[in-house]
């Protein structure tokens, strides 16, 4: 199992800057991939992006340009590092592990971008 703590939310004004943090229980060598998913009200998870041992990060298109995932593999963390935010981001982020063919979850963190 992995167990993912994660933290970094909070309120934002559009335009404004936050960075999330998600620390994993394992090596993340022993992890195929780490990434962030959002929620909003009324609306489905959806992948924000995503970072491979092996391979490039991806994103979603909504967010390409102003999200950046980044990992720390000494400290089993990545981080999602968000500019130029906008109201439409406002939703409850999640960190994911995909860990011997399993989804592993967060608790979530809610972001709300408002002025």
């Known amino acids: 199992q992995v167990q993912l703590v994660e933290s970094g939310g909070g309120l934002v004004q559009p335009g404004g800057s936050l960075t999330l943090s998600c620390q994993a229980s394992?090596?993340?060598?022993?992890?195929?991939?780490m990434g962030w998913f959002r929620q909003a009200p009324g609306k489905q998870r959806e992948l924000v992006a995503r970072s491979f041992s092996m391979s490039p990060s991806n994103y979603a298109d909504s967010v390409k340009g102003r999200f950046t995932i980044s990992r720390d593999n000494h400290n089993n963390t990545i981080y999602l590092q968000m500019n130029s935010l906008k109201p439409e981001d406002t939703a409850v982020y999640y960190c994911?592990?995909?860990?011997?063919?399993?989804?592993?979850w967060g608790q979530g963190t809610q972001v709300t971008v408002s002025s």
């Open positions: 394992r090596n993340f060598v022993s992890i195929f991939a």
């Open positions: 994911n592990a995909i860990y011997m063919g399993e989804n592993y």
